[in-house]
């Protein structure tokens, strides 16, 4: 029995896991009776938990009776890269948010939609009210239009095609020819064209298979003093940048 503030360990799934890690010892595969003899586990018992987990796909008997890792456990360990990726670009983001007292935004193009796929804020630096989807607001804000830029001229005229762009604010561009055609900047920037009294800006992040950008946004009044917000913006996608080209493409999913 547990004492008080301990935890209560099943015994049972505590064998199962000491099995795991026995057959992942052995590339090569592991025969019942060696796992027995290295967990200190049972015969009995060490059959009874192998058909078990066999069942669930978490090991595989081969023909000549090993067992072997199986697909399961392949599954959680992309599942925990994923995870891990996903923790270490929020914490260069909440660093970030930190820093420049600004809500933070993690999105990319994919399969000819804007997806924000991390946002990190906080109750002094609020996203901003999502009033217009941003998958439609595309040509009206830092984070689409830097999307945008990382298209071809036929991939954003097709996107254009289909969200023609709308008066959103008076400061909105909806000049398709513009917004096609404007010249590639190292930041972009938006200024209340999304929402009034807003301003965002927005830097590419390399090493993805598909356009990534992270973006901040701010008080519009602020702008005048982009080059406060704009090297440690840099300098954050660019660690995410350094991350991704590491450990592998954006993580799917929000």
């Keep these: 029995m547990a004492r008080d503030g301990e935890p209560t360990l099943i015994t049972s799934v ?12 052995h590339p090569g595969g ?3 009776k060696t796992l027995a003899r290295r967990t200190g586990i049972a015969l009995p018992t060490t059959y009874h938990l192998l058909r078990t987990l066999v069942h669930e796909g978490y090991l595989e008997k081969l023909d000549d009776g090993a067992f072997v890792i199986g697909a399961q456990v392949a599954g959680l360990h992309a599942a925990a890269q994923q995870q891990n990726l996903r923790r270490r670009i929020r914490e260069v983001m909440g660093r970030l948010c ?24 906080s109750p002094r630096a609020p996203r901003v009210d999502t009033w217009a989807d941003f998958r439609q607001a595309a040509h009206a804000t830092a984070i689409g239009k830097c999307l945008l830029s990382g298209l071809s001229r036929e991939e954003r005229a097709d996107h254009f095609a289909r969200y023609p762009p709308a ?8 000049r398709v020819r513009d917004l096609i055609d404007g010249p590639v900047q190292p930041m972009v920037t938006d200024s209340e064209e999304y929402s009034l009294g807003t301003a965002c800006l927005a830097a590419p ?7 990534v950008t992270l973006a ?25 940048s350094r991350t991704l080209a590491v450990a592998g493409d954006l993580p799917t999913g929000g």
């Design 98 to 121: 930190e820093d420049l007292n600004a809500a933070i935004y993690l999105a990319r193009y994919h399969e000819g939609e804007v997806e924000v796929a991390e946002i990190v804020d």
């Design 14 to 25: 505590q064998r199962a896991l000491r099995l795991l890690e026995a057959v992942g010892e």
């Design 30 to 32: 592991c025969s019942a």
């Design 167 to 174: 008066d959103l604010t008076p400061r909105t561009i909806t």
């Design 205 to 211: 992040v390399v090493g993805a298979e598909v356009p």
């Design 216 to 240: 901040i946004s701010f008080p519009a009044h602020k702008l005048a003093d982009t080059r406060t917000f704009a090297k440690p913006l840099r300098a954050a996608a660019a660690e995410i």
